[in-house]
């Protein structure tokens, strides 16, 4: 089923976007908010974080048509505006670079009101109203606004997500029958290998700048 939220979050990277990118989204007339830029991310090349905030649920194949004329990464759909929000500072990461506040540019009256913030629940009610199964969706990868491993592609990029499924998927098929429950173990390696495979999906699926794409390896040299 196609996934639709009124609130999604995509990277772009300044030397790979579409020249006038950010004129070009406030033409939109979305409502969006755009980090400054991050420079100081480990193992990243600077780049732009943007959140964009619909009216309603918008489907990814929606977000995907904007975003592939930006030339940006694939989007990521988000439940908290106010943390996605937050996500632009790494001010819900207190261990990484604090980006000031003050330099991200709102686009189109985007808002974060003072409701949505009252309304944003704390660590322990998070925990409390994720009810994901143990397998695809773990409840501890899952508090806050966007799983564990949507975060990791932002932060890291496609490749670094690539090799981190490649080598869990390992891990578990390894462990299988020698610690905890052989079929869960079955169960994690698979979601792995399917996950890494969604990442190597054609370019119809998963949008990514050319140059990007130039860079990556075969299938091939995965395996």
């Excluded at 579409?18 to 939109?28: H, K, P, R, V, Y």
């Excluded at 009256?109 to 925990?127: A, D, M, R, V, Y």
């Excluded at 994901?132 to 990868?141: F, I, Q």
Aim: proline share 4%.
């Amino acid at each position: 089923m196609e996934t639709k939220k009124r609130n999604w979050v995509f990277t772009i990277y300044p030397n790979k976007a579409t020249s006038g990118w950010m004129d070009a989204l406030e033409q939109t007339g979305l409502a969006c908010a755009i980090s400054p830029l991050r420079d100081r991310e480990f193992s990243m090349e600077p780049h732009f974080l943007v959140l964009l905030h619909y009216d309603g649920p918008t489907s990814s194949n929606v977000v995907k048509r904007l975003t592939g004329l930006l030339n940006a990464t694939r989007p990521h759909p988000v439940d908290s505006l106010t943390g996605a929000y937050y996500l632009l500072t790494n001010k819900n990461s207190p261990d990484k670079y604090q980006y000031s506040e003050r330099d991200i540019v709102k686009l189109n009256g985007f808002s974060i009101t003072k409701k949505e913030k009252q309304n944003e629940p704390n660590e322990e009610q998070s925990e409390e109203m994720q009810d994901h199964e143990c397998v695809n969706h773990p409840a501890h990868y899952n508090y806050g606004t966007i799983e564990c491993i949507d975060a990791m592609e932002i932060m890291f990029g496609k490749r670094a997500v690539i090799e981190f499924c490649k080598l869990n998927a390992f891990k578990y098929i390894w462990r299988e029958g020698h610690k905890g429950n052989p079929e869960e173990d079955r169960q994690k390696a698979e979601w792995y290998i399917e996950r890494m495979e969604q990442y190597l999906d054609d370019d119809e699926d998963y949008y990514y700048g050319a140059d990007e794409r130039d860079d990556e390896c075969d299938c091939e040299d995965l395996y």
